[in-house]
């Protein structure tokens, strides 16, 4: 296993893109086959800072990259939706990568993954994929009566030029931030002060709120069972056991499609929650690491 001392957020080299007229921020670390990692929601560069020197030490060229509307990216007023954030991947890939990379999701990001994989793949070599998210909302059928209604009502309050930066604002207060990540990591160990500071700083910025809204009322795109027919490239499926959020449950798909010959690997991660990359960084960074010298 290689090691190397781990980053924090702060000393993670920033870097910008001008994509479409906004600020990208995003970070290179290493020489080698290309990596990209992409974060989930809410999240931003400093979510890998446990991962990319520890991957660069491996022998690979690591780029990570703040999605627009998250970080220290633009957070302009538009409608958010899986298919800007992959167009701006594939935009990254032609402006940054010259030859295909290895795609690093985590929730949200897993699911991006997935899609470039299965709608890009010549831009692609194969995607590692950590508690994927079904969609970027749920769908109407997911939910039972009682909580669609919940949520429906839900995001139209946060929608709401009145309502709507109210309740944002008491969402993204730092002991609210640290009640969550309490919920969906397992490892409570894992919740720094650092890691809080990491999703509530980007909350301060012009537009945070504008955003939030716009998320929780988009569409929830493509789903797994929709892209995976058309992926061709090696996946590697990790999965925190304890996810609250993305349940295990939810990876039956991956472990079929494994145990019927799809280059699939699968890998449950015991006592271990939505994140298993910044909750066990030293068992999910060999395991990336022991994969990609296979593929």
């Not at 997935?114 to 692609?124: C, F, H, K, T, W």
């Not at 990876?251 to 929650?273: H, R």
Request: proline letters at 8%.
């Amino acid at each position: 296993m290689i090691t190397q001392p781990l980053a924090t957020a702060s000393t993670l080299e920033k870097l910008t893109w001008i994509w479409k007229g906004h600020k990208i921020q995003y970070t290179v670390m290493g020489t080698g086959r290309p990596l990209v990692l992409i974060h989930g929601f809410g999240a931003s560069i400093g979510h890998w800072r446990q991962n990319i020197p520890v991957l660069a030490a491996g022998g690979y060229r690591v780029f990570a990259l703040d999605l627009l509307g998250f970080g220290g990216s633009d957070k302009p007023p538009l409608d958010y939706s899986l298919d800007v954030w992959s167009e701006l991947l594939k935009d990254f890939f032609s402006s940054h990568i010259d030859e295909p990379a290895v795609f690093v999701g985590n929730s949200i990001g897993a699911l991006l993954s997935l899609m470039v994989v299965a709608d890009y793949p010549e831009i692609s070599a194969g995607a590692i994929l950590i508690n994927c998210a079904g969609g970027l909302n749920h769908r109407p059928d997911e939910l039972n009566l009682p909580l669609r209604l919940v949520m429906g009502g839900f995001t139209k309050l946060v929608s709401s030029k009145v309502f709507g930066p109210f309740i944002f604002n008491r969402i993204r207060q730092k002991h609210r931030i640290r009640r969550t990540l309490q919920q969906v990591y397992f490892n409570s160990e894992a919740i720094a002060d650092e890691l809080v500071d990491i999703l509530y700083e980007p909350s301060c910025d012009a537009g945070a709120q504008q955003v939030f809204a716009s998320i929780l009322t988009a569409p929830p795109g493509p789903s797994p069972s929709e892209l995976l027919p058309k992926v061709k490239h090696p996946l590697l499926v990790l999965w925190g056991e304890k996810d609250p959020w993305t349940p295990i449950t939810g990876a039956k798909i991956y472990q079929e499609l494994s145990e019927n010959g799809q280059p699939i690997e699968f890998v449950s991660i015991p006592n271990t929650g939505h994140c298993p990359h910044d909750e066990r960084p030293d068992i999910v960074n060999k395991l990336i690491l022991d994969w990609l010298v296979e593929l």
